[in-house]
């Protein structure tokens, strides 16, 4: 089997005892060599169509300041989507916010059975092992979205919190901290639901049960070292906050 030149993810270490574990499924919009180009211009593989922007930033600070291990993906989501079940039919996006991803329009089965090889099931390995490493820890997965998408209406949200009706215990508590901050302005599953089946945190929190959320920062807000640094700093505590609010196990 074709193997990938550098692994598809990037591991910050954390103690064993750790209360989080960190993830940011979108960290980066590079291509892998052996995937070659997407046939993309350069002005499309750095908007939010190719990664997360900012995220990874605020994952890197934020791991520090709750002294946690953290899960980067190191490919553009456009390669294959860690966020994304296998069987989901926008795990090779062929179409984003108005730009046809050319590699993607007419990619075969088998071009997709080696992305999932290659890069979407060790991301994934590595992610459980990390988790499975830290039992009292609770998942945080960092996103960020665009201010507005082609053709629709602006986001207002700053920051929204994600997830599943089915397990939405440290979701709730985070919202309640944010909302008790001043002049922010909070989404609760905007612009997004917070769960598609078999995603991330599909797989990692709500089958195992362990305490798990998912944060969406507005991308306009975390373009530079220092407002990444800044918001990390500042969720660190309401992220604590949240946690202690709850009498519930890490695992349900």
């Not at 984003?96 to 991301?123: C, F, K, M, V, W």
């Not at 988790?131 to 998408?149: E, G, R």
């Not at 602006?154 to 944010?178: H, M, N």
């Not at 302005?185 to 997004?192: A, F």
């Amino acid at each position: 089997m074709t193997r990938a030149l550098s692994p598809p993810y990037e591991t910050l270490p954390g103690p064993a005892t750790a209360r989080w574990v960190i993830t940011c499924d979108h960290a980066s919009n590079r291509i892998p060599e052996e995937i070659g180009c997407l046939g993309l211009p350069e002005t499309d593989m750095g908007r939010h169509i190719a990664y997360d922007v900012g995220a990874a930033g605020v994952t890197r600070h934020l791991a520090v300041h709750l002294n946690a291990p953290a899960v980067l993906s190191t490919y553009s989501r456009l390669v294959i989507d860690p966020n994304r079940g296998e069987d989901d039919p926008t795990l090779m996006m062929r179409l984003y916010d108005g730009s046809i991803i050319p590699a993607n329009r007419h990619a075969t089965e088998a071009e997709r059975e080696r992305r999932l090889a290659l890069y979407h099931r060790p991301y994934h390995d590595t992610l459980a092992q990390t988790i499975n490493a830290t039992p009292d820890a609770a998942i945080v997965a960092i996103h960020s979205f665009t201010p507005q998408l082609k053709g629709r209406a602006p986001r207002p949200w700053e920051i929204s919190v994600l997830f599943s009706d089915t397990d939405d215990r440290l979701s709730r508590a985070l919202i309640t901290a944010l909302n008790a901050e001043e002049n922010l302005c909070v989404g609760v599953n905007e612009p997004y639901h917070g769960h598609l089946p078999e995603d991330a945190l599909h797989r990692h929190g709500l089958r195992t049960g362990r305490l798990h959320t998912l944060i969406e920062i507005r991308n306009d807000l975390i373009e530079t070292a220092a407002q990444q640094k800044a918001w990390a700093i500042r969720l660190a505590p309401l992220l604590e906050h949240a946690r202690a609010t709850l009498k519930e196990p890490i695992h349900g």
